[in-house]
Nanobody, 129 residues
Framework: QLQLVESGGGLVQPGGSLRLSCAAS????????IVWFRQAPGKEREGVSC????????NYADSVKGRFTISRDNAKNTMYLQMNNLKVEDTAVYYC??????????????????????WGKGALVTVSS
């Protein structure tokens, strides 16, 4: 079965850290660009971070630069998003995605659902005291 399965969401206090994982099955991540998106309540989905298919480009949304780190472990066929110094405004459902043609530009656009080859189902991250 071709799928991405996320884990690692939860409740954390402001200033805390979480690491999201996204394991691929049925296909190999190293043939795809990988992207993390998020959608806060009442807001549109936005791009958070991406790594290009070749691995030569990594980009972050301005709102998370210096706090979040995206990575990929090809041996485990898994992608990660390390989130440090979390803020209340980081509260959202986080989605991992993979696509064979996503460019990973500086502005990490969020395409329609059909614009990415694979999507995870989402992991809720709540930052609250």
């Amino acid at each position: 079965q071709l799928q991405l399965v996320e884990s690692g969401g939860g409740l954390v206090q402001p200033g805390g850290s979480l690491r999201l994982s996204c394991a691929a099955s049925g296909f190999t991540l190293d043939n795809h660009a990988i992207v993390w998106f998020r959608q806060a309540p009442g807001k549109e989905r936005e791009g958070v971070s991406c790594i290009s298919k070749s691995g030569d480009r990594t980009n972050y949304a301005d709102s998370v630069k210096g706090r979040f780190t995206i990575s990929r472990d090809n041996a485990k066929n898994t992608m990660y998003l390390q989130m440090n110094n979390l803020k209340v405004e980081d509260t959202a459902v986080y989605y991992c995605a993979a696509d064979g043609h996503y460019y990973c530009p500086e502005y990490i656009y969020s395409p329609p659902d059909y614009g990415m080859d694979y999507w995870g189902k989402g992991a809720l991250v709540t930052v609250s005291s």
